[in-house]
């Protein structure tokens, strides 16, 4: 089900309020009560909508999504290739205004190193989301596995290159696509497909 617009402005609410102060005064010395007082709240209800203090960071709401459009791919791919294709179908439906915020959130990641089990623990949710719909479609285990974990770490690495990497696209949108295509079947010529 998905959540109600009051609840939906909450969150973002929430997530503005958090990475406005990440931002001003760092990750460690910002506490869930700042949080929740600069977005109008008791910390009970920011409690309500992220578990943990870094969940406002690294809860991703698109991961629904990714494993719907992986799932989605033709059966006959293989399951990388599935993997593969259904994450650049998932980045399609992000819309474009949603690429600043998450490139708020990443920068606040590759500022503190505290935070990065919390990515690993995100992207493991993911990985094991899409790796639950692959077997359930009759993918074999291992084989959904990898490919699961292997575009994942591409898109990660992709998101958290240095900013400084001048050969990365600019947008985190073009940053994961490039990830991907990194990733793409190529011939025995050499030549992408």
């Known amino acids: 089900m998905a959540p109600s617009p009051r609840t939906r402005r909450t969150h973002e609410r929430l997530q503005t309020a958090a990475l406005a102060l990440f931002e001003r005064q760092g990750y460690t010395a910002t506490t869930v009560t700042q949080i929740a007082d600069a977005a109008g709240v008791t910390p009970m209800t920011y409690f309500r909508h992220f578990p943990t203090k870094d969940a406002v960071v690294v809860t991703d709401p698109f991961d629904p999504l990714i494993a719907e459009a992986v799932i989605a791919q033709p059966r006959e791919l293989a399951p990388f290739e599935r993997v593969r294709r259904g994450l650049l179908t998932a980045l399609d439906d992000v819309a474009p205004d949603a690429d600043d915020v998450a490139r708020r959130r990443v920068a606040v990641v590759a500022a503190e190193p505290s935070l990065r089990?919390?990515?690993?623990?995100?992207?493991?949710?993911?990985?094991?989301?899409?790796?639950?719909?692959l077997v359930a479609d009759g993918t074999p285990a291992l084989d959904a596995a990898v490919a699961a974990?292997?575009?994942?770490?591409?898109c990660t690495a992709a998101l958290l290159a240095p900013a400084h990497d001048t050969t990365a696209p600019g947008s985190l949108h073009a940053r994961v696509i490039r990830a991907l295509a990194v990733l793409r079947p190529t011939d025995t010529l050499g030549a992408t497909s």
Not at 117 to 133: F, L, N, Q, S, Y
Not at 149 to 154: M, P
């Open 149 to 154: 974990a292997a575009c994942l770490a591409a």
């Open 117 to 133: 089990p919390a990515v690993v623990a995100a992207t493991a949710a993911t990985e094991t989301a899409i790796v639950e719909r």
